[in-house]
């Protein structure tokens, strides 16, 4: 695996040689092209222009800030130099933070801090009390130009991870959302607690997969096997009626009633194997 880029990890007077890498192996996607359903030609996206529909050349194109209606500041690729912030390839540490103080709604993206040759004790030893203290440090860092991240540096199975974070005014306050008050009758409560405490489980993420991914490249090879025929219509499931008033209550019922009656099998097919 290939770094990003080879950098240095810096708090206080400490500096630590690192290589940055993607902590994400990102499932390539199903690449779809827009086509003229006469004879599978193509579409292609012209540039033009509002004011009178030309179209436009590369070359007479640029980028511009609305700053009134209908009224543009235009920016060229100088005044982007101006405010250009370049990659120092430095984790400058600012500070450190304990992590559940950390509204999980900042956290990003994830990338692996691996240490170089000559940083491999300083590495291991800032993994180790970030481990012992529960603290994550608060850093910025230009992974691509132009754009700084906020980033919080963390022990994560003896490595270090690096996880871009957004900035505070990035985030939506909950506030925006409304959710009615209503009040929960106690039966009610105890077996929505009861329900949920029968389907807990151990975290394993290997059970779950992009099944539409899936389903969709399975169906695009059947074409591609009947000759781009047309294929049987899809069988259609069941549809809920929009509007429709639900009874939690019989459904809480219902949901417990389906898992009482699978335990008694599990428990003859314990008794058996044993």
Same mark, same amino acid.
């Given at each position: 695996?290939?770094?990003?880029?080879?950098?240095?990890i810096?708090?206080?007077?400490?500096?630590?040689?690192?290589?940055?890498?993607? $902590?994400?192996r990102?499932?390539?996607?199903?690449?779809?092209?827009?086509?003229?359903?006469?004879?599978?030609?193509?579409?292609?996206?012209?540039?033009? $222009?509002?004011a009178?529909?030309?179209? &436009?050349?590369?070359e007479?194109i640029?980028?511009g800030?609305e700053?009134?209606?209908?009224?543009?500041? @235009?920016?060229?690729?100088?005044?982007?130099?101006?405010?250009?912030?370049?990659?120092?390839?430095?984790? #400058?540490?600012?500070?450190?933070v304990?992590l559940e103080?950390?509204d999980?709604?900042?956290? #990003?993206?994830?990338?692996?801090?691996?240490?170089?040759?000559?940083g491999?004790?300083?590495?291991?030893?800032?993994?180790?009390?970030?481990?012992?203290?529960?603290? &994550?440090?608060?850093?910025k860092?230009?992974?691509?130009?132009?754009?700084?991240?906020?980033?919080?540096?963390?022990?994560? /199975?003896g490595?270090?991870?690096?996880?871009?974070?957004?900035? /505070?005014?990035?985030l939506?306050?909950?506030?925006?959302?409304?959710?009615?008050?209503?009040?929960?009758?106690e039966?009610?409560?105890?077996?929505?607690?009861?329900?949920?405490?029968s389907?807990?489980?151990n975290?394993?993420? #290997?059970?779950?997969?992009?099944?539409?991914?899936d389903?969709?490249?399975?169906?695009?090879?059947?074409?591609?096997?009947?000759?781009?025929?047309?294929?049987? $219509?899809?069988?259609?499931? @069941?549809?809920?009626?929009?509007?429709?008033?639900?009874?939690?209550?019989e459904?809480?019922?219902?949901?417990?009633?389906?898992? &009482?009656?699978?335990?008694?099998?599990?428990k003859?097919?314990?008794?058996? $194997?044993?």
């Amino acid at each position: 695996m290939r770094p990003l880029w080879k950098g240095t990890i810096s708090f206080g007077l400490v500096n630590i040689p690192v290589g940055l890498y993607s $902590a994400i192996r990102r499932q390539a996607r199903v690449e779809l092209e827009l086509l003229r359903d006469s004879d599978l030609s193509r579409i292609h996206y012209k540039k033009v $222009a509002e004011a009178d529909g030309q179209e &436009v050349p590369k070359e007479h194109i640029l980028k511009g800030y609305e700053y009134e209606n209908d009224k543009y500041v @235009p920016l060229t690729g100088d005044d982007f130099r101006r405010v250009e912030i370049k990659s120092t390839q430095t984790v #400058d540490i600012q500070e450190f933070v304990k992590l559940e103080d950390i509204d999980p709604r900042f956290f #990003d993206q994830p990338f692996f801090l691996a240490p170089e040759k000559a940083g491999a004790k300083a590495y291991v030893l800032l993994r180790t009390a970030l481990e012992q203290t529960g603290l &994550v440090g608060i850093s910025k860092v230009v992974i691509r130009p132009p754009r700084e991240h906020l980033a919080a540096v963390k022990p994560l /199975a003896g490595v270090l991870l690096l996880e871009t974070m957004h900035f /505070a005014d990035e985030l939506r306050e909950t506030a925006e959302v409304e959710v009615p008050h209503t009040s929960l009758g106690e039966k009610e409560l105890s077996m929505a607690v009861t329900l949920v405490n029968s389907m807990t489980g151990n975290w394993q993420p #290997d059970k779950y997969h992009d099944e539409y991914r899936d389903c969709l490249m399975k169906m695009i090879e059947e074409k591609i096997h009947a000759g781009h025929k047309k294929l049987p $219509a899809a069988k259609r499931g @069941p549809q809920t009626s929009p509007g429709k008033v639900i009874d939690l209550a019989e459904l809480l019922q219902r949901s417990l009633g389906e898992k &009482v009656h699978k335990k008694p099998a599990h428990k003859r097919l314990h008794r058996k $194997a044993a």
